[in-house]
């Protein structure tokens, strides 16, 4: 199959991150839970890989726990920091791993929530978040790439904003981490949440929460830490009040490897990432019944076939051409309002390592094949 569903899991992995896991499996231990030799290895390896992953995305003052995937670190970051009565503000561009943790504290009558629009050109007015500040925010989440558009906002003004009025900063880095370079102390990043199975070329079942060390983030999950364990209350201090149960040993082996392989390729990822974006958005643009949706150059090209059955069409490419994309919402569905896509959303193609000059080719002759087809029917 030609694989352009790299948004969803990358399809790329290093050997190295294959050798780790396959090693990690045949040395099953529980880290932090005995004192023989291989558990301490395994506990050992996991304090390296917090240590990698605070390196990549310059992160000096800030603590790491891991989850199973963002989901579950966005759901830390939002639901551990809230505070009753306190405002949030947030984007249309957010993922339902955001936004659906903001409803149910808004819902609850916990927090007020305020929504920032994009702009008609599809950008973010980062004007429009001060401007959504009042003297009950506590806490702005942003997207660090959109999984829709590939629009990055620019976190780095975002988090001056939010220094200057002593609000933290949260963002979503699923999509981002890997394309684009990180810097959480100069972009003043409070929280930031992300996933081993994605850019980073690690396996599925890993994510991580990259958070201040002056942040108190409240557990969501309680049980066995192997600390303290004579206390009926949830440890203090993170990362073990953030991390009951058995951590993913061999997960979080194949992400410490392919963390470090993707910070060792990073020029020629975004090399190869915007040549193959910007050849599939002009040669896509030259059909004349394609709407594009998505930012030239990122690794997401988002378009909808007019007056066809956008599902149908990716069905097409799976059965017969043998292209997997992805079709529908994208667990984004105020940016999809937004941008106007058509009712069911939106075919997303998007790039990862894997890609070649030609199977962009063939991506491109078999929308042109589709879309001359359903235009004589």
């Given at each position: 199959?030609?694989?352009?569903?790299?948004?969803?899991?990358?399809?790329?992995?290093?050997?190295?991150?294959?050798?780790?896991?396959?090693?990690a499996?045949?040395?099953?231990?529980?880290?932090?839970?005995s004192?023989?030799?291989?558990?301490i290895?395994?506990?050992?390896?996991?304090?390296?890989?917090?240590?990698?992953l605070?390196?990549?995305?310059?992160?000096?003052?800030?603590?790491?726990?891991?989850?199973?995937?963002?989901?579950?670190?966005?759901?830390?970051?939002?639901?551990?920091?809230?505070?009753?009565?306190?405002?949030?503000?947030?984007?249309?561009?957010?993922?339902?791993?955001?936004?659906?943790?903001?409803?149910?504290?808004?819902?609850?009558?916990?927090?007020?929530?305020?929504?920032?629009?994009?702009?008609?050109?599809?950008?973010?007015?980062?004007?429009?978040?001060?401007?959504?500040?009042?003297?009950?925010?506590?806490?702005?989440?942003?997207?660090?790439?959109?999984?829709?558009?590939?629009?990055?906002?620019?976190?780095?003004?975002?988090?001056?904003?939010?220094?200057?009025?002593?609000?933290?900063?949260?963002?979503?880095?699923?999509?981002?981490?890997?394309?684009i370079?990180?810097?959480?102390?100069?972009?003043?990043?409070d929280?930031?949440?992300?996933?081993?199975?994605?850019?980073?070329?690690?396996a599925?079942?890993?994510?991580?929460?990259?958070?201040?060390?002056?942040?108190?983030?409240?557990?969501?999950?309680?049980?066995?830490?192997?600390?303290?364990?004579?206390?009926?209350?949830?440890?203090?201090?993170?990362?073990e009040?953030?991390?009951?149960?058995?951590?993913?040993?061999?997960?979080?082996?194949?992400?410490?490897?392919?963390?470090?392989?993707?910070?060792?390729?990073?020029?020629?990822?975004?090399e190869k990432?915007?040549?193959?974006?910007?050849?599939?958005?002009?040669?896509?643009?030259?059909?004349?019944?394609?709407?594009?949706?998505?930012?030239p150059?990122?690794?997401?090209?988002?378009?909808?076939?007019?007056?066809?059955?956008?599902?149908?069409?990716?069905?097409?490419?799976?059965?017969e051409?043998?292209?997997?994309?992805?079709?529908?919402?994208?667990?984004?569905?105020?940016?999809?309002k937004?941008?106007?896509?058509?009712?069911?959303?939106?075919?997303?193609?998007?790039?990862?390592?894997?890609?070649?000059?030609?199977?962009?080719?063939a991506?491109?002759?078999?929308?042109q094949?589709?879309?001359?087809?359903?235009?004589?029917?």
């Amino acid at each position: 199959m030609i694989y352009f569903d790299n948004a969803a899991t990358t399809r790329y992995k290093p050997k190295k991150a294959i050798r780790a896991a396959v090693k990690a499996m045949k040395k099953s231990a529980n880290p932090g839970r005995s004192s023989h030799r291989d558990a301490i290895e395994a506990a050992i390896m996991i304090q390296q890989t917090r240590e990698d992953l605070l390196s990549f995305v310059n992160a000096k003052h800030h603590s790491v726990a891991f989850t199973k995937n963002c989901t579950e670190a966005l759901n830390l970051a939002i639901l551990g920091t809230a505070k009753l009565g306190g405002h949030v503000i947030t984007t249309a561009f957010e993922h339902n791993s955001v936004l659906r943790p903001l409803y149910m504290l808004k819902k609850e009558g916990l927090i007020a929530l305020t929504i920032v629009e994009p702009t008609k050109s599809g950008t973010l007015d980062v004007h429009a978040i001060e401007r959504a500040i009042n003297e009950k925010t506590y806490l702005i989440c942003v997207t660090g790439m959109s999984n829709v558009t590939g629009y990055a906002p620019p976190l780095s003004e975002i988090g001056e904003i939010a220094s200057k009025h002593g609000i933290l900063l949260s963002v979503d880095g699923a999509q981002s981490l890997g394309h684009i370079p990180t810097d959480m102390e100069k972009c003043g990043i409070d929280l930031l949440a992300g996933a081993g199975h994605k850019s980073l070329h690690g396996a599925s079942g890993t994510g991580f929460l990259v958070f201040n060390k002056k942040i108190f983030v409240n557990p969501i999950n309680y049980g066995g830490t192997g600390t303290e364990s004579d206390n009926l209350r949830q440890p203090f201090y993170p990362p073990e009040s953030l991390e009951s149960g058995t951590l993913n040993t061999v997960g979080i082996a194949a992400l410490k490897e392919g963390l470090l392989w993707t910070k060792d390729h990073f020029s020629s990822i975004e090399e190869k990432t915007k040549k193959l974006s910007c050849f599939l958005h002009e040669e896509l643009g030259k059909i004349g019944r394609i709407n594009l949706y998505s930012v030239p150059g990122s690794p997401i090209v988002t378009f909808a076939l007019k007056e066809a059955n956008n599902a149908e069409v990716t069905d097409r490419l799976n059965e017969e051409f043998g292209i997997g994309v992805r079709y529908g919402l994208h667990c984004a569905p105020l940016i999809h309002k937004a941008i106007g896509s058509p009712k069911g959303g939106a075919i997303r193609a998007s790039i990862g390592f894997n890609n070649s000059k030609r199977n962009a080719e063939a991506l491109v002759r078999a929308i042109q094949t589709i879309a001359r087809d359903t235009e004589s029917t």
